[in-house]
């Protein structure tokens, strides 16, 4: 069982990136582009619940529906990830306000955004592609949820662990991930040693001969 309280207090996106790599997972690293929309974000840990949306030329249906839908279904650490044309803005303050209620964690988004200065009030962290004031009703449709989901060269799958600050994201399998997370924290405690070290005036030769971790 993942301790997420004890990761989300130790760990962030390069550590985890670096255990990935030590189990031989060498491109669980999103590329780069996404930037944080709330300054100074809080790490996003939780498990992926991977979305997809494509431009459309009109609504069909009634609106919103499919968002509502997703958005509703969100449980408690689930993490927005989400891949959609950039034609409007995927996701905003309401819907973010909705997702935290539900207790979802964050939200990684390869694609548009608004109710940027709404969602800084609310605390809520995202990760987006860029902002844009206009609305996706008639413009973007969700034609996939919760199926596995190619986003900037990591293939996402819901449940997987999702680490995401202002580094970029790292995308754990389910499979390994509590391997991962083990080694995870047991490195930013090193790290930590190391960096007391060094602040009290040892030379970086002898931190790395000390605790092997740059």
């Known amino acids: ?21 030590q189990v031989g997972l060498r491109h669980q690293t999103l590329q780069a582009g996404l930037r944080p929309i709330v300054a100074d974000m809080s790490v996003i840990v939780g498990f992926a619940r991977p979305v997809r949306a494509v431009a459309v030329e009109r609504a069909e249906g009634p609106p919103y529906a499919a ?10 650490d689930d993490v927005v990830v989400a891949l959609t044309d950039p034609v409007g803005a995927f996701w905003g303050e ?3 306000t909705a997702a935290m209620a539900r207790g979802a964690a964050g939200a990684v988004i390869d694609g ?19 902002t844009r004031p206009t609305d996706s009703l008639g413009r973007l449709s969700i034609v996939e949820s919760d199926a596995p989901l190619e986003i900037l060269g990591v293939t996402v799958t819901r449940g997987d662990l999702v680490v995401a600050d202002a580094d970029g994201t790292v995308v754990v399998p389910a499979a390994v991930a509590d391997e991962v997370v083990a080694r995870a924290i047991v490195k930013a405690t090193t790290e930590s040693s190391a960096r007391s070290m060094l602040l009290g005036g040892a030379y970086l030769r ?4 000390r605790f092997k971790v740059l």
């Not at 997703?70 to 408690?76: M, V």
């Not at 709404?118 to 962290?125: F, K, S, Y």
């Not at 002898?206 to 001969?209: F, H, K, L, Q």
């Open 112 to 130: 548009l955004v608004r109710d940027t200065r709404l969602i800084a009030a609310l605390g809520w962290p995202i990760l987006a592609r860029g």
């Open 1 to 21: 069982m993942i301790d997420l309280a004890l990761l989300r207090t130790v760990a962030y996106s390069a550590v985890v990136s670096d255990c990935c790599d």
């Open 94 to 96: 309401l819907f973010s």
């Open 67 to 76: 968002e509502v839908a997703y958005i509703d279904s969100l449980e408690a």
């Open 206 to 209: 002898d931190a790395w001969e």
